[in-house]
């Protein structure tokens, strides 16, 4: 069994940053892909950021330049550092492993104020 916890959503202006952090435990293997998507209301769920355990990393074009993603190894935790967040960052967002299936975690809101 897998499970992920997540943690560091909330409210914050825009222009404001925050950060989330995802850890994984139970069975994790060495090579796998963690990260993040996000779901705004009505819409379908996106990638967000993706960082493979070789620290190979994937970012949506509308993040690129404003989130970084990045991973520590020996605590199977990645984070999403969200920095210059608009409004339209505001969704729920999941943390996702890679590892023969997808495993997701229970989603944290990120709203920002306009």
């Known amino acids: 069994q897998v499970q992920l916890a997540e943690s560091g959503g909330g409210l914050v202006q825009a222009g404001g940053s925050l950060r989330l952090s995802c850890a994984a435990s139970g069975s994790i293997f060495s090579f796998n892909a963690m990260g993040w998507y996000r779901q705004a209301p009505g819409k379908q769920r996106e990638l967000v950021a993706l960082i493979t355990s070789g620290g190979s990393t994937n970012y949506a074009d509308s993040v690129k330049g404003r989130f970084t993603i990045s991973r520590d190894n020996a605590k199977n935790t990645v984070y999403l550092q969200m920095n210059g967040l608009k409004p339209e960052d505001t969704a729920v967002y999941y943390c996702?492993?890679?590892?023969?299936?997808?495993?997701w975690g229970q989603g944290t809101q990120v709203t920002v104020s306009s």
């Open positions: 996702n492993l890679k590892q023969w299936r997808d495993y």
